[in-house]
């Protein structure tokens, strides 16, 4: 792939008010991870006790989860259930109070599902993944935060298995040791998440969960991304945790009485 995208270092004021993870609330208090000397709050079994994050604790519709095969309903060829259309972006890339790493894009186009449109707002990695399917957790989950026009979230999350250096990642990656604190960013042109540099499929899993922060909130349509075709190589896990060396996933929640769908992709649509 072409190599990077000029980049600015700039060290701007944006992050007075910071986005968690999925979370677009921009006034939200802090919490943090297990272990973590730099948590700005509690960890994920105290998230339920703030009565503003309630849902973390009793919500019925909680992410992240195990996907497991044996639980799936498969559908094949769903025409209308992943359908990306992403443009190259401008991006803010910077570590949010909650030590996530995050890209808040200026653009970046639209995920439709069943018709309604999406348009994508960020994007962040949690280590390690949060998802797990059939129990394995992988190093690194990457998700792609959507809202609609009537504020509906729509998340697609991301594994990253260990093996090659990952092209996409290198774009920015290296910009990592720069982001010395939550008030730095480094300004990103033309962040493209378009195949090949983001492999999509051939399979995903989706079901009805939540924001994986707080304050939890249901109704976020998930799609995780099945295929194994997204590396992360030992030398980018390395640069990561040279900067963050603490978890921020949240332990898998319990799937209760939801569908897991297992869709299968077996002609190329696009
Ligand atoms: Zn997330």
């Keep these: 792939m072409s190599k990077p995208l000029a980049f600015v ?21 802090g919490f943090g ?8 709050g509690p960890p994920p079994h105290e998230w339920g006790a ?8 009793v919500g019925r519709e909680q992410s992240p989860i195990d996907i ?13 259930g992943l359908d ?22 200026n653009g970046g186009g639209q995920l439709k599902i069943q018709q309604k449109t999406y348009y994508l707002k960020q994007f962040h990695f949690h280590s390690p993944s949060e998802h797990t399917i059939d129990g394995v957790r992988f190093p690194l989950e990457l998700h ?25 990642l290198a774009t920015f990656w290296d910009e990592l040791p720069l982001l010395t604190d939550s008030h730095t960013s480094v ?8 195949e090949p540099n983001l492999d999509m499929g051939p399979a995903y899993a989706r079901y009805k969960g ?5 304050p939890c909130t249901e109704q976020v349509t998930w799609t995780v991304i099945l295929g194994q075709g997204n590396t992360v190589s030992e030398r980018q896990m390395w640069t990561y945790s040279k900067r963050l060396q603490y978890s921020n996933a949240r332990p898998v929640q319990k799937l209760n009485d939801r569908e897991v769908k297992r869709s299968v992709r077996l002609l190329k649509l696009r």
């Design 210 to 214: 939540s924001l994986t922060t707080p």
């Design 68 to 80: 497991e095969s044996k639980n799936t309903t498969l559908v094949i060829n769903d025409i209308f």
């Design 144 to 168: 792609l935060v959507h809202k609609s026009e009537n504020g509906e979230l729509a998340v697609i999350g991301i594994p990253f298995s260990y093996g090659e250096e990952n092209a996409f």
């Design 187 to 194: 300004n990103l042109m033309n962040v493209d998440l378009r």
């Design 84 to 105: 990306t259309s992403y443009v190259p972006a401008n991006g803010a890339f910077y570590i949010n109070q909650a030590n996530i790493l995050e890209v808040k894009l």
């Design 9 to 29: 270092l700039g060290t701007i004021c944006l992050l007075a008010s910071t986005s968690f993870g999925e979370d677009l609330d921009e006034d939200s208090p």
């Design 33 to 40: 991870y297990y272990g973590n000397p730099d948590n700005v």
């Design 50 to 57: 703030n009565p503003l994050w309630r849902t973390c604790a």
